[in-house]
């Protein structure tokens, strides 16, 4: 191992201010080799961030490879320590999202829809090496509220009704690629609440009740497209308090 020992470790943890359970941990051990066997990995962390050049003192085989990609994204010079062919997609994403700079070591292949998603959010340059298959609906909606630009590369029916809602809030601009027919009547009306210049667009017969009133309670012009047989009382007493003028079609 090396000549450092567990005294010189207790004597780290004590001018860096460890806190007592890691403290208690290493008293506990007989040696700095049971140390690096046992250390919970919290503890192996706060030792990094404190002392990299000791790096060869842990023990890096017994770490999981999510939690080496983890410390490499605030150490990446540790490296060296680490057989990187170990990472799958996920490791990858979660590296090259903050340290594109390892992006000669991934193995593309690995990487599944949710990973391109994470890496090309904020690495839009990694976009050469995507496989764009892999990406679902759900992966596209996200993807393209942040990196617009990648529409061109988008198979459109891969999206359901949630992915475009969630996608139309924030870029109205794709509204003609959406299929209206997979929007139900709750992603309909949370929609008009925030992009109401899509009403020509709704199917009204797949608002209820519930759904109407919700709507109307903020965006009142719609009352011409209003089936008010539909509401209850409930949804009547939710309206009346905030659009009154509506009485006059309760039916009594």
């Given at each position: 191992m090396?000549?450092?020992?567990?005294?010189?470790?207790l004597e780290l943890m004590r001018k860096y201010e460890a806190c007592k359970e890691s403290y208690d941990f290493v008293y506990s051990c007989k040696s700095i080799e049971e140390c690096s066997?046992?250390?919970?990995?919290?503890?192996?962390?706060?030792?990094?961030?404190?002392?990299?050049?000791l790096s060869y003192l842990v023990n890096w085989n017994r770490l999981s490879n999510i939690y080496v990609a983890y410390i490499l994204t605030e150490l990446p010079e540790l490296a060296?320590?680490?057989d990187l062919s170990k990472f799958d997609g996920e490791c990858w994403s979660v590296l090259l999202y903050e340290k594109p700079q390892f992006a000669d070591k991934c193995d593309w292949s690995k990487l599944n829809g949710i990973d391109w998603k994470y890496i090309l959010?904020?690495?839009p340059n990694f976009a050469k090496y995507c496989d764009w298959s892999k990406l679902d609906g759900t992966n596209w909606s996200d993807l393209l509220i942040f990196q617009p630009q990648f529409a061109d590369k988008c198979d459109w029916s891969k999206l359901d009704g949630e992915d475009w809602f969630r996608l139309l809030i924030v870029q109205?601009?794709?509204?003609?690629?959406?299929?209206?027919s997979k929007l139900d009547g709750y992603y309909l009306s949370?929609?008009?609440?925030?992009q109401?210049?899509?009403?020509?667009?709704?199917?009204?017969?797949k608002l209820n009740g519930y759904y109407?009133?919700?709507?109307?309670?903020v965006q009142p012009q719609f009352a011409d497209k209003c089936n008010w047989s539909k509401l209850d009382q409930l949804d009547w007493d939710y309206l009346l308090q905030f659009q009154p003028q509506f009485a006059k079609y309760r039916i009594k």
């Open positions: 090396s000549e450092f020992t567990k005294d010189n470790l066997e046992k250390a919970p990995f919290e503890y192996i962390t706060w030792f990094l961030r404190k002392r990299p050049d060296i320590h680490y959010q904020d690495n109205p601009q794709f509204v003609d690629k959406c299929d209206w949370e929609l008009l609440l925030i109401p210049q899509f009403a020509n667009k709704c199917d009204w017969s109407l009133s919700q709507l109307l309670a």
